[in-house]
């Protein structure tokens, strides 16, 4: 029996190193993937190293659709105290 492939679709990346990016990708509509993407002569695929969050699931208070403002919040605080290390 045949596994369902998933519709993925690429948001964005961001380079983290010369043979690494952080990879966002929309799964099947109701998922968001942060994953880290390495490429490499003998590795070119993302990795385990990763988040998977449903952004639809309602016992998933964080990431979801309706408070997506709230969590933008939390993201630019990470990114205020990065800022200062």
């Known amino acids: 029996m045949k596994a369902k492939q998933a519709n993925q679709k690429e948001i964005g990346r961001v380079k983290v190193s010369d043979t ?24 070119s695929r993302p990795t385990r190293m990763g988040f998977r969050f449903n952004l639809l699931h309602i016992t998933n208070p964080f990431f979801t659709f309706d408070n997506w403002t709230e969590s933008k919040r939390l993201v630019d605080k990470i990114d205020k105290v990065y800022n200062q290390l």
Do not use: G, M, P, Q
């Open 20 to 43: 690494e990016e952080l990879t966002a990708t929309l799964v099947d509509d109701e998922n968001l993937d942060l994953r880290i993407f390495v490429k490499t002569d003998s590795y």
